[in-house]
């Protein structure tokens, strides 16, 4: 039997589409990139924004017409929009199967072998983490997950009611799967979480410690981890990180607006200042830090004088890029009832003013790293012959030239230029390949 996964949605979307084809294929189904020959349909949906949902409705109604040519075909659906509009999605698609919450994923297995017709499962009572395995795509990095959910009520997001309430890994959990990973071949792993520095506050550990015991395995080269929260990133942690040889030095550190005020109505727990502060006090103690946020332009009730202060934070952080959003009010979160909403051209004409100043920046930040020597993970093959492509330990990617199949090794090697936004080098060494 047959399956094929479509992922929409954030990185923690794509690692749990990756564990459920694990769990799949153990079992004995046979993954296919090819939608026709499938058996069973699965869509991992995302609810952070309006256009994510509407993608997936459409999609929906693109597989109604599939399976009545192939009337067996099951249909399942599972992820934040699955948690988040439980039965009414079987109103807007009737031809689902069934439907899965973020608590429930595992339970495709046993209705995929079921005659039921409809399987509705949102259920939030107890969370199990699906084993970690290899990443599909780049066999030599893999995602694992440390801690599910948030604890926080920023009133933009849908995160919360989706993911529920923060439910971490012990340690020695994830230090046994990171093991068995590296024994497949693995070199990265990205430590993944919706709010990773809260992790171990529920177990009574900490994102520190799981750090300093992940760093300790022999046999990874990189520890990467995704997502940050400024009010969680203390100096403490801070210290911990410049002492770890193996955690990269990149950080994403979504601040969504430098208006104080606004920080306030989003339930952010820090302020302009706080932030600037995190970010000297990151690059005091390790200079050639990488930095990357979120940004939301255009929060109810923001005003100019709001959105200057966001452009004042970006030219004093001078972020290496940044994920800039217009404000998409989710409903069922307090930021979608709230007065004084911003029109639409205006946050149209405010982030396009954002994209040019941190355009020029990114530029900026890349230009300075011509003529620097960086170790780079190759990741995939270029559209030239001969050409790689790889990613510096501070997330910036580096075409290099090679005759070697380099796909999964570590190359030094020395930018000489820069192309649009893409920096060029050149190998040092080919002897010295690893």
């Not at 209705?111 to 990443?135: G, H």
């Not at 981890?225 to 801070?238: A, G, W």
């Not at 100043?357 to 001969?386: A, P």
């Amino acid at each position: 039997m047959k399956f094929f996964i479509e992922t929409y949605g954030c990185q923690m979307n794509i690692s749990d589409s990756f564990e459920l084809r694990n769990l799949l294929e153990s079992s004995g189904l046979v993954y296919t990139e090819n939608e026709n020959e499938a058996d069973t349909i699965i869509l991992n949906t995302c609810s952070v924004r309006n256009t994510a949902e509407e993608r997936v409705l459409g999609r929906l109604g693109y597989l109604k017409g599939l399976k009545k040519s192939k009337p067996n075909l099951k249909i399942f659906v599972t992820g934040c929009m699955a948690q988040n509009w439980g039965e009414k999605l079987l109103k807007e698609a009737p031809h689902i199967n069934g439907i899965f919450g973020t608590y429930n994923r595992s339970k495709i297995l046993e209705a995929i072998n079921d005659t039921q017709n409809y399987v509705v499962d949102i259920k939030m009572d107890r969370y199990e983490f699906l084993p970690p395995t290899i990443d599909y795509i780049y066999p030599f990095k893999a995602s694992v997950t440390v801690i599910h959910g948030c604890n926080h009520s920023c009133t933009y997001c849908i995160v919360p009611k989706t993911r529920g309430k923060e439910i971490s890994r012990p340690i020695k959990d994830i230090v046994e799967d990171i093991k068995k990973l590296i024994d497949k071949g693995v070199v990265e792993v990205l430590l993944l979480g919706q709010n990773i520095n809260s992790y171990g506050k529920d177990i009574g550990t900490s994102f520190k410690e799981l750090l300093e015991e992940v760093n300790k395995i022999e046999g990874l080269r990189r520890i990467r981890f995704l997502t940050s929260h400024p009010i969680n990133f203390k100096r403490d942690l801070i210290d911990t990180i410049a002492e770890l040889d193996k955690v990269c030095r990149y950080f994403h550190l979504p601040f969504q607006s430098g208006s104080n005020r606004i920080l306030k109505l989003m339930k952010r727990g820090y302020t302009h200042e706080y932030y600037i502060d995190m970010v000297n006090y990151i690059r005091e103690k390790m200079p050639d830090s990488s930095i990357s946020t979120d940004i939301i332009v255009g929060f109810p009730s923001e005003t100019e004088e709001d959105f200057k202060m966001t452009l004042k934070l970006v030219e004093e952080v001078r972020f290496d890029f940044s994920y800039m959003f217009i404000f998409n009010p989710r409903e069922g979160t307090p930021a979608a009832t709230m007065q004084d909403q911003v029109p639409e051209e205006i946050k149209t004409e405010r982030i396009q003013r954002l994209i040019n100043l941190q355009h020029s920046i990114s530029k900026e930040s890349n230009q300075k790293d011509v003529g620097k020597t960086f170790e780079i993970l190759v990741e995939d093959k270029g559209k030239y012959e001969n050409q790689y492509i790889g990613r510096t330990s501070y997330n910036k990617i580096v075409v290099v030239k090679s005759e070697e199949n380099l796909i999964g090794k570590f190359v030094n090697v020395k930018i000489h230029k820069l192309s649009g936004s893409t920096l060029v080098g050149e190998i040092l060494d080919e002897a010295l390949i690893k």
